[in-house]
Each structure stands twice: as structure tokens, then as C-alpha cells.
């Protein structure tokens, strides 16, 4: 057998994988983690346009229930941005990329805030001035950059983004169409091993369920601890185990998972 043959193979098997859809039973006895904008509503120009609609709601409260407790939402957005879309708080939170949890008791536990934030801001807004389209969101421990308006704006702001994290000391964090700089220490992964460590989700088998590039650290946590991760839109390379085309396939599969948990 050549080497081309065995990478064609090794290409189809990975393709193979990436287009299995997770079985519905797949959340008995486990712990349920979800990314956010791209898994559980569709990701838009501007992150503050973003609303939950009451079947989503409505959806959450149904898997807290059947999971009886051990459900994340694990976002980039802050914290207190996830708790103002869901009224109801049975769930535990993962902000800004693990670096602000809230256990579903209220618990907290969050770093300092970083000292020169400011000054980043306000750089990164002086820059979008010059590029219509793109977009600044300041957060609590760091600040991104969108050019989801500006595609043609990528190469400009990833540098602007490398400058400014090799100056300040935040970490870099390439996403869907944005560039974050934030307070290092941190990241998904991060924040489902602690989740994972504490009761109710001590003990069992996790799921992690996001789209984006941040979601990797938390597939290959999830791995760690011998559970599965679903990548939620096209097929590229992953650590993830099972696929989901879109948010829409992805709350009608969340939706029959908690049926399956009823």
C-alpha cells in the first residue's frame, strides 16, 4: 500500500467520522456543555443584535431538569452578557472563555480585572475608525475585534492584534471572523476540567457541544475525561467525535435528547 493510499484512506475515515450525528441517548448520565453564538443561536454582525428566544429557553430549562443540574453554557461573551439572556439560571456559567465561573448555587470565582485595558480599546477603536465594518466589543478581561463586516480587513487586524498582545502581555485568541486579546490563564478546557472537579458534574462523562476554533480546548478536555465532542457546522479537522450541520440541527438534536433523558 503507498503512502498516497494510506493518506486517501486516512482522509475518508476522518470524513467519515466527522458526518456521524451523536445518538440521542448520548446525555444519560453525562454533563452537558454548551458553547453559545454559533451552537445555540446563529452568529451575527454585531454580538449585541443576539436574543433568546423562548423555545431556546424554554429548551434549557428541560435539559437543567433532565440533567438534573449538570448543564454549562460556555461562552467568549462575559458572564454577566449570558446571565441578562437567560432569565432562568439553572444551568452553570463559563465566561470570557472560562475565566469568570458561575456554578449553578452562585458561586463565582473571576481574576482581576487587567490594568491598561483602556488603552487597548482604545487603540482597537482608533483602528476600526479607519476600517468601516469592523467592530470593537469591550469585555470585563479583555477586548475583540470583529471583522465579520470587513473580511478584507483580516490581515490588518490580526496584525494589529499580535502588536498589541506582544506589548500588553494578553492572549491572542483567533476566532470566527474576530481577534480577542484577553487575560491569559484561561480557556474552555480550562473551564469544563473545573466544572468537572465539583458536584453534580464530579464523576460523570462530559459532552461539549460548540463550533468555533475556542471550542477545540474544551473538545480535547472533554476527551481527557472520556467524553465526546460535537462540532456544530462544516466538517474540518477536530478533536471532536460526532457533527451537527447548524444551530437549527442542533437544537432539534438537543431537543430530542431531552425528550430521550425524560
Known amino acids: 500500500m503507498t503512502d ?4 486517501l484512506q486516512a482522509a475518508d475515515a476522518r470524513e ?12 444519560r448520565g453525562s454533563s452537558l456543555f454548551l458553547d453559545f ?5 446563529e452568529i451575527v454582525e454585531r454580538p449585541d443584535a443576539v436574543a433568546v428566544d423562548a423555545a431556546l429557553a424554554i429548551l434549557m430549562e428541560k435539559l437543567a431538569i433532565g440533567l438534573q443540574g449538570r448543564l454549562a453554557i460556555v461562552s467568549g461573551r462575559p458572564l454577566a452578557e449570558i446571565d441578562a439572556l437567560f432569565r432562568a439560571r439553572g444551568f452553570a456559567v463559563g465566561g470570557s472563555h472560562g475565566l469568570e465561573l458561575r456554578w449553578a448555587d452562585g458561586r ?3 481574576p482581576a480585572a487587567p490594568t491598561g485595558l483602556g488603552q487597548v480599546v482604545e487603540e482597537m477603536r482608533a483602528f476600526a475608525a479607519a476600517y468601516p465594518g469592523t467592530l470593537v466589543e469591550e469585555k470585563p478581561f479583555g477586548a475583540a475585534l470583529h471583522y465579520r463586516g470587513a473580511p478584507e480587513a483580516e490581515a490588518d487586524c490580526r496584525l ?5 498582545a506582544a506589548s500588553s502581555g494578553l492572549a491572542l485568541q483567533a476566532g470566527k471572523m474576530v481577534f480577542e486579546l484577553r487575560v491569559p490563564g484561561a480557556d474552555k478546557g480550562v473551564a469544563l476540567e473545573r466544572f468537572m472537579r465539583e458536584p453534580p458534574m464530579r464523576g460523570t462523562r462530559p459532552i461539549f457541544i460548540g463550533d468555533d476554533l475556542t471550542d477545540e480546548h474544551a473538545f480535547a478536555a472533554t476527551a481527557a475525561f472520556g467524553g465526546d465532542g460535537i462540532l456544530v457546522g462544516p466538517a474540518r479537522d477536530t478533536a471532536a467525535r460526532y457533527r451537527l450541520a447548524d444551530v437549527e440541527e442542533t437544537r432539534a438534536w438537543l431537543t430530542a435528547a431531552a425528550g430521550a433523558l425524560a
Open 108 to 110: 463565582v470565582a473571576a
Open 16 to 27: 467519515s467520522r466527522w458526518h456521524v450525528a451523536p445518538p440521542v441517548d448520548l446525555l
Open 37 to 41: 453564538d454559533g451552537t445555540l443561536v
Open 160 to 164: 494589529l492584534a499580535e502588536r498589541i
Open 4 to 7: 498516497g493510499v494510506r493518506r
